[in-house]
């Protein structure tokens, strides 16, 4: 296991490599005082737990009623802070959570503070035991990237009641975390802690000598302490202005003003932070009225693009293995199908055969015969154990099995082809979900349709939630709706939407259903050019060529598109459409 001081240059290394630590001592600290205003006094109603490493309380507090205090020691989202967000809880709940309510749940909490300048909070709660008495109980959750843990303390004995994450002698001699065990905090650094500071304090006027110096701090919360010292990055020179800068940020955090968070050209979030970052001045600006709401936002937009991902992997794979069986089956019947469309050559030899009986002998492998089709020779392979009346007949039946074969295999490549297409835009739907609940839609698609198990106590899942479609306005303010999935586009197209609404998709290229909602008796020829190509670039966004330039879109009424029987999700015909050809945008 790391010491504090290697895991503290850890982080400096991942942040100069595009990650960044963003709950550092200063945000910790803010965090700490806001829930000790918000919380103190407050009263654990519920406790859960959500994942395997996270705690959620419900708390009631007389001045700000029910609020939810969340808790991770995820080691790419740590943290400690109010949350509105909805967790889901599993059915059974862990060891730990259960542990948790028999100690915390009734309790009251007494104190909330940050330990020091580090980066760890400590809530305090006064409960009672099984036989009525009152004891104390502390929660420390430690914030350190994959060292992080939330633990649970008696504070007369010191011993630790329990973890989240047992830490045996095995992972670390220094420090364990087991039940049983004196609880000792991490190792101190032999650094400055940031409270200690003064604003006359001479600090060094470069970011590595700031944070060697100076503990609780993260790389982005130095540049800023240095935001007056760009005359010079010469770590040898001293000054108290990288301590000024640091009262600022700590008046920031006393006063509870707003927090920041910093954001990405992708729309994704980079930093965030309780006073203003100077070097992300020319990136887009969130400010929130509180440092839980401003770290929410952070880690919840940063990690669910990343969750779902994850999670839709196994999905995406079990797409991609049915496509690509499919595609090698489309291979296969098509050489099949080559091979009965070349079928011609039997009957000819059948006929030349029955017609040249006499010059074929017994035990003879192949003949020689005149093809009076063209006056020229040709050779004609046969079976010595047999006739040349029984060869005859038999090139006449592989000539007639072919030709009902042509039927057949046309068919079943037909067939195959509607599963190609499906199935790609059910990968397409699959890399454009971002939620959740997106992803178990599409799982329900395909466990509908054959290709995913349907998995065990099916009955008791929760009840199928109503399709909820994106909407856009155009610039008239004309409604578009936009399918998520294939079940959602199919309720789209033939429930939602009427005769004489507009329907979309990109020509032959993966991509959901759109509607251009036409109400108050409006037409499809009351829509100006400007209009449908805005809509049209909205269906080519949601396609898999997002990302190419002039995409064709189909458009149509919706009284032109049919569905046919038998045919998958999300899979359509229809007549009476033109094309248009635009760049995909919003």
């Not at 960044?20 to 806001?34: H, K, L, N, Q």
């Not at 939330?150 to 010191?158: H, K, P, R, T």
């Not at 949601?542 to 032109?560: C, M």
Request: with cysteine; glycine share 4%.
């Amino acid at each position: 296991m790391l010491c504090c001081g290697m895991l503290r240059g850890m982080l400096i290394y991942l942040g100069e490599k595009g990650y960044v630590m963003a709950f550092d001592g200063i945000v910790t600290y803010a965090i700490a005082s806001e829930l000790a205003e918000k919380l103190t006094l407050g009263k654990i109603e519920k406790v859960y737990q959500p994942g395997g490493e996270e705690l959620l309380l419900h708390i009631h507090t007389r001045e700000y009623g029910n609020v939810r205090l969340f808790m991770s020691c995820n080691s790419m989202s740590a943290r400690v802070c109010l949350t509105e967000n909805k967790y889901t809880n599993p059915e059974q709940p862990p060891t730990f959570c259960m542990l948790m309510r028999k100690h915390l749940q009734s309790g009251r909490i007494t104190e909330i503070r940050q330990k020091d300048s580090e980066r760890i909070i400590e809530i305090d709660i006064e409960a009672q035991n099984e036989l009525g008495f009152n004891v104390c109980k502390r929660l420390i959750v430690e914030i350190m990237a994959k060292h992080s843990n939330i633990v649970l303390v008696d504070i007369e004995s010191g011993k630790v009641i329990d973890a989240i994450k047992r830490v045996s002698i095995d992972v670390n001699r220094y420090r364990q975390l087991l039940p049983g065990i004196i609880y000792q905090y991490p190792p101190k650094q032999d650094k400055l802690g940031f409270k200690d500071v003064s604003e006359d304090t001479q600090l060094p006027h470069d970011e590595k000598g700031l944070m060697n110096r100076v503990g609780g701090i993260s790389p982005a919360a130095a540049r800023e302490m240095l935001v007056y010292c760009k005359e010079s990055s010469d770590s040898s020179i001293v000054s108290t202005r990288p301590a000024a800068r640091l009262a600022e940020m700590l008046e920031d955090a006393n006063v509870h003003s707003k927090a920041y968070v910093y954001m990405r050209d992708d729309g994704t979030p980079m930093e965030f932070h309780i006073t203003e970052l100077h070097e992300y001045e020319e990136l887009e600006q969130l400010s929130f009225d509180s440092i839980s709401e401003c770290a929410e936002f952070y880690y919840t937009n940063r990690d669910s693009s990343n969750m779902v991902r994850q999670k839709s992997m196994p999905l995406l794979k079990t797409a991609q293995a049915a496509l690509s069986k499919a595609q090698l089956k489309k291979k296969k019947l098509s050489e099949d199908l080559l091979t009965a469309e070349n079928s011609d050559r039997y009957q000819l030899y059948g006929e030349l055969l029955t017609a040249n009986i006499h010059l074929v002998k017994p035990g003879l492998r192949k003949v020689t015969v005149i093809n009076y089709y063209n006056g020229e020779p040709i050779e004609i392979p046969l079976d010595e154990k047999i006739s040349a009346s029984k060869n005859a007949q038999k090139y006449f039946k592989k000539y007639s099995k072919a030709k009902t074969a042509i039927h057949e295999k046309q068919a079943q490549l037909e067939e195959n082809e509607n599963d190609i297409s499906y199935l790609e835009s059910v990968i397409q739907n699959i890399e454009a979900a971002s939620t959740e609940d997106q992803l178990e839609a599409i799982r329900d698609e395909l466990q509908e349709t054959g290709y995913v198990r349907r998995r065990q106590k099916a009955s008791q899942r929760k009840k199928k939630s109503k399709p909820d479609p994106m909407r856009y306005q155009l610039a008239d303010g004309t409604t578009v709706l936009v399918g998520h999935n294939n079940i959602e586009n199919d309720y789209l197209t033939f429930k939602l939407a009427t005769k004489t609404d507009l329907w979309m998709h990109t020509k032959d290229i993966p991509g959901s259903h759109v509607i251009v909602r036409l109400e108050d008796g409006r037409t499809v020829e009351d829509l100006s050019a400007e209009l449908i190509y805005e809509a049209a670039g909205i269906a080519a966004l949601h396609s898999k060529a997002k990302d190419s330039d002039n995409v064709p879109v189909d458009y149509v009424p919706v009284r032109y598109v049919k569905k046919p029987n038998g045919a998958k999700p999300g899979m359509v015909i229809f007549t009476h459409n033109q094309t248009v050809y635009v760049q995909p945008k919003r």
